[in-house]
């Protein structure tokens, strides 16, 4: 209900916010209506779902068709054509409702979209959903705020507004302060200045000349200063990504920002389909090519028809030197093992389980994590679904297959988007299973790896980005804790099901490096970097804005944006040892990256000659340096850096700790 002393100043119907349907459908799209309110308390935004009854009271034609309302508007646009799914199960989204004065700034949609639409973002650091003004008025409402508001567009973002109060009161006070028309008697200052513009201008301003001096002008000799301390020398300095040129013939150093190669335009290509899949074996089912295929995964991702058999090689269920018939006698192995597995905790009774603690607290985990992992998605949604209990048996299967990790919170967020491709229990066991192979120190006690990836993103930042270093590290935010979530879970929560799949199938092929995903946040900072800053974000600013991003990020976009980093470190001639370290590039005989990856437009004329299937024993020609290295594949291991048994982290329900007894993150 509206206050009776509340006047309407502006509404706007035909105003919807686009949901992301978590089972990959179309978007749901919601009708809703803006309103501009003033109360005694300020001007108030607010936007409100329609009902049922709202949207059919509407001018417009309808027409009713099974399980839709579609609606077609008067004019002749074809972009006025509106398809709105209605769910009976789908609840009402919440009102947004905020005192414009709390407003920090808003985003317009760029010129190519199809209809304009604002983003809103409060001085708390709230952002809302993007309102999709279908029938036009993003112009009527701007017109309206800037009564009330001083708006202005960004310097360095043409499609971001900034917003502030009118402050009248302040500078008046501003003006009396400087005490400008102190001999004006008669108050009479609009007079003199009809009279002689130019003289009273002059008069005015020469107060502001001595106010300032008298202000910043010390009136007491400054005392003396302390002795400087020890000089460290100028090559020990670390200036991430600045740099020092000594000028000739003088004692000056000259430091300025370090030119990187520029970046290259990288395109994705299209999925890895069935037949492309089946070219890439012959007739006893030996992977021909192993590069070429994790190269192909790399550019385009996979189609979901063949997601299922590809994931299994991508993810060490099968080898990638296998035949039909190992990979037959593999599965059956596998089967076994893992019944057995699951007998092991199934045979336990109720007496012994009220003695063994340690099982107890992790089932009683599993299954409130189970309760509440992806519920919106067709797979899981619904009361008593069959799905939920695999979930569950698999969850706690793994934690008999490794008893010192046993589970973690998030690793159930990592094996839904398996379980829902395989749709196979014991096939979804054995990729998660070599999924958290492949990053199960994230989960330590120790949280040494999270750390380490924290650390290695700082770095990069530093680098690449010294004025968003810069800026983290004025607003306490350089130990770059807001990631935590993206790194712990691989971004599962910032991206739809659909794309978060793609997303991992090109990190599981581990090109371009292993640390690609760093990469991603870099991407991630290079498009948010500019509403950070210009806003003044801090880190618990920073921290909402990075999870009001969830669902929000393209990621065909964030994939290029990374690549394109990468191509630009790689040719990068002067890059620091961390940074090769983290990239995993190799040094030429002059001390220069060395990488044989070639970004998108480099790679038409790749491979065409297979490789022989995998040997024990395989020489490798160098040309750098011609020389040639046996490599004994059977030799090669990688080793857990740390010794000892692992001690699994267990925190609460509602958040991780991160890295500090006093700091806990919600992610």
């Known amino acids: 209900m509206t206050s009776a002393c509340s006047e309407l100043l502006l509404s706007k119907d035909g105003v919807f916010v686009h ?25 108030y935004f607010e936007w409100r779902e329609c009902t049922d009854e709202d949207v059919l009271t509407r001018e417009v034609e309808w027409t009713m068709v099974p399980d839709t309302v579609s609606y077609v508007n008067g004019g002749d646009r074809v972009s006025d ?40 973002s409060l001085k708390c650091g709230t952002t809302y959903p993007a309102l999709h003004f279908h029938n036009g008025g993003t112009e009527l409402l701007m017109d309206e705020l800037q009564k009330h508001l001083t708006i202005h567009r960004s310097l360095h973002d043409d499609y971001l507004y900034l917003v502030r109060e009118h402050d009248q009161p302040t500078l008046s006070k501003s003006f009396d302060e400087l005490n400008l028309f102190e001999n004006d008697p008669s108050g009479d200052m609009i007079s003199r200045f009809i009279q002689d513009p130019v003289m009273a201008t002059i008069g005015g301003f020469s107060k502001v000349t001595n106010f300032f001096r008298e202000s910043l ?27 020092m040129n000594q000028l000739e013939g003088t004692e000056f150093t000259l430091i300025s920002t370090r030119d990187l190669p520029p970046r290259p335009v990288i395109t994705r290509s299209a999925a890895v389909n069935s037949e492309l899949w089946s070219k890439y074996m012959d007739t006893e089912g030996w992977i021909t090519d192993v590069d ?40 059956k192995q596998k089967v076994d093992d893992y019944f057995r597995m699951k007998l092991q905790w199934k045979s336990i009774n109720d007496d012994q389980q ?22 919106t998605h067709n797979f899981f949604e619904g009361e008593n679904n069959p799905n939920l209990s695999v979930l569950y048996d698999v969850l706690l299967t793994h934690c008999m297959y490794d008893f010192d990790l046993g589970y973690v919170q998030g690793m159930s967020d990592l094996l839904a988007p398996i379980l829902v491709v395989m749709e196979n229990e014991v096939d979804a066991f054995w990729c998660f299973a070599g999924l ?15 750390k380490n990836q924290l650390f290695q993103l700082q770095s990069l930042v530093s680098f690449v980005d010294p004025i968003l270093a810069n800026y983290f590290e004025s607003h306490d935010s350089s130990n770059m804790y807001f990631c935590f979530r993206w790194l712990l879970i691989t971004f599962k929560r910032e991206f739809s099901f659909p794309d978060i799949m793609r997303l991992w199938e090109v ?33 618990n600013e920073i921290l909402k804005y990075v999870n ?39 040094m030429n005989s002059e001390g220069s990256p060395f990488q044989p990856f070639l970004p998108a437009q480099q790679t038409e004329a790749s491979t065409t000659q297979s490789s022989t299937r995998s040997s024990p024993e395989r020489t490798v020609d160098h040309a750098l340096n011609g020389t040639k290295c046996t490599v004994t594949t059977q030799s090669l291991h990688f080793h857990n850096q740390s010794s000892g048994a692992r001690d699994p982290s267990t925190p609460d329900d509602d958040s991780i700790e991160v890295l500090s007894d006093h700091m806990d993150l919600v992610y």
């Open 19 to 43: 949901e992301t349907a978590a089972n990959g459908e179309d978007d749901i799209l919601r009708a809703g209506k803006i309103y501009l309110w003033r109360k005694n308390e300020g001007i």
């Open 81 to 120: 054509c509106i398809l709105v799914k209605k769910k009976k199960t789908q609840q009402r989204a919440p009102v947004i409702n905020f005192d414009i004065k709390d407003m920090k700034c808003f985003k317009e949609s760029k010129k190519s979209s199809s209809w304009k639409h604002l983003v809103f």
């Open 217 to 243: 002008i010390p009136l007491e000799p400054m005392p003396e200063c302390p002795p400087p301390p020890d000089v460290i020398p100028a090559e020990e300095v670390d200036l991430g990504g600045l740099e």
């Open 292 to 331: 070429a295929v994790k190269e192909a995964i790399f550019r385009g991702g996979v189609e979901p028809p063949v997601r299922n058999e590809v994931w299994k090689f991508l993810l060490g269920y099968y080898k990638w030197d296998s035949t039909y018939k190992s990979r037959t006698e593999q599965r």
């Open 354 to 375: 009220s003695r063994f603690a340690e099982l107890r607290d992790r089932k009683s985990l599993i299954e409130k994590d189970v309760m509440r992992t992806d519920r």
């Open 436 to 450: 958290i192979q492949m990053m199960g120190r994230n989960f330590e006690k120790d949280q040494q790896a999270m």
């Open 507 to 539: 990190l599981w092929t581990g090109k371009p490096c292993k640390n690609f995903h760093l990469l991603l946040c870099l991407a991630i900072f290079d498009s948010a970097k500019t509403t950070l800053i210009e806003n003044n974000f801090g880190f």
């Open 548 to 586: 009001d991003l969830s669902c929000n990020i393209n990621v065909d976009e964030i994939l290029c944006t990374a690549e394109a980093i990468y191509c630009q470190l790689r040719d990068c001639r002067d890059l620091p040892p961390t940074i090769h370290n983290i990239l995993c590039l190799s």
